[in-house]
């Protein structure tokens, strides 16, 4: 929430959505709980980070979003990538999914 035009909602029974540009925009993370396995976090990477993430452990392609060809990974937990650096890869979700705004939208939110 801390990022630039950023909007929270639950969707889909129960999962957490955040959007930028508002509760309309792009989505660029997702958020729910699994229970005892803990909480599992969707985010936009690269297509590059998206082939180096994708075996690791604790990360995995995004069910459903990479089965459709978009390049999403899912953190199931921390053995790959801290909270420190789910940070950073949540800033960059953030940025990617601004730039797919339309250029109106960028504009109007001081994106470009």
Known sequence: MALPHVAHVV????VNVWKVGGSTGKMFALGFDHGPEGLFITFKVS???????????GLRPAPYL???GM?????????????H????YLKESHRLCAMSLSKTAQKKLGFI
């Open 47 to 57: 297509p590059m980070s998206y082939d180096l993430m994708k075996e690791q452990p």
């Open 71 to 83: 390049s999403w990974i899912q953190r199931m937990s921390d053995v790959s990538l801290d909270d």
């Open 66 to 68: 990479a089965s459709r």
């Open 85 to 88: 650096g789910l940070k950073a």
């Open 11 to 14: 969707q889909w029974g129960g």
